[in-house]
C-alpha cells in the first residue's frame, strides 16, 4: 500500500494569512485527492488534483480559495488561502492505487486559524 | 449526489461482544466501497474494500457485507477489543474514484 506524507501535522495560523499542506507518496499514482474534515464532521471532497493540469474542484469549493498543484506523480500541495476561523478543519490528502483503485490517506494536517 | 447514511451513531459495548455498523447509500451505481478506521484527530486506515461485484469481504475479525442493489453494507468485528474503540467510516466510491462517506459510527469497546 502507498505510504503518503503530509506536511504540516498541524498548525494554528492568523486570520487572512494563507497555509500550504504538502503531501508526499512513495510511489507514482494516478489519482491524487484532498478533502476536510470540518469539527464533527465527515469527510467532504474538495478536489481531484490532475498531473500537468489543473485541478478539478467540487461544489462549493473554488481555486482561488484552493489553489492545488500536482507538479509530478508523487507530489501535490493545497493551499487554504486568505483564511477565515471557519477553515479550522482537517486537510487529508488522499490516493487511489492499483487495479482495485483503494483509497489510503495520509495522516491529516489540523488546521486552527485564530 | 450520493448521501451515506451510518447507523448506529455511536455505540458502547463490553469487550467481547460482537459489532454490527450498518451503512446505506442512495446511489447503487458504485465502483467500490471502502470501511474506514479514524482515530481521534488523525487520519483515515484503510480497513475493507469490497468491489461492486462483491458480496463480501473478510479480514481477521473484520468482516464486510455489501448489497449493492438495496444500497447498504454491513461492517462485523468479532469478539471486540478495547483497542477497536475509534469512529468507524463507510465510504461509497463512484465509476470517478471519488468516494463519499458517512459520518461515521463511533464505538466504545469497555474493558
Known amino acids: 500500500s502507498a505510504v503518503i506524507s503530509q506536511k504540516p501535522s498541524r498548525d494554528i495560523c492568523q486570520r487572512g494569512t494563507s497555509l500550504t499542506i504538502q503531501c508526499q507518496v512513495d510511489?507514482?499514482?494516478?489519482?491524487m485527492f484532498w478533502y476536510r474534515q470540518q469539527p464533527g464532521q465527515s469527510l467532504t471532497l474538495i478536489a481531484t488534483a490532475n498531473q500537468g493540469s489543473e485541478a478539478t474542484y467540487e461544489s462549493g469549493f473554488v481555486i482561488d480559495k484552493f489553489p492545488i498543484s500536482r507538479p509530478n506523480l508523487t507530489f501535490s500541495t493545497l493551499t487554504v488561502s486568505n483564511m477565515s476561523p471557519e477553515d479550522s478543519s482537517i486537510y487529508l490528502c488522499?490516493?487511489?492505487?492499483?487495479?482495485?483503485?483503494?483509497?489510503?490517506f495520509g495522516q491529516g494536517t489540523r488546521l486552527t486559524v485564530v | 449526489k450520493q448521501e451515506v447514511t451510518q447507523i448506529p451513531a455511536a455505540l458502547s459495548v463490553p469487550e467481547g461482544e460482537n459489532l454490527v455498523l450498518n451503512c446505506s447509500f442512495t446511489d447503487s451505481a458504485i465502483y467500490n466501497l471502502q470501511w474506514f478506521r479514524q482515530d481521534p484527530g488523525k487520519g483515515l486506515t484503510s480497513l475493507l474494500l469490497?468491489?461492486?461485484?462483491?458480496r463480501e469481504q473478510t479480514s481477521g475479525r473484520l468482516n464486510a457485507s455489501l448489497d449493492k442493489s438495496s444500497g447498504r453494507s454491513t461492517l462485523y468485528i468479532a469478539a471486540s477489543q478495547p483497542g477497536d474503540s475509534a469512529t468507524y467510516l463507510c465510504a461509497p466510491g463512484s465509476n470517478d474514484y471519488k468516494l463519499s462517506f458517512g459520518a461515521g459510527t463511533t464505538v466504545t469497546v469497555r474493558a
Open positions: 488522499s490516493v487511489e492505487e492499483g487495479a482495485s483503485t483503494e483509497a489510503f
Open positions: 469490497i468491489q461492486s461485484s462483491q
Open positions: 510511489s507514482q499514482v494516478t489519482m
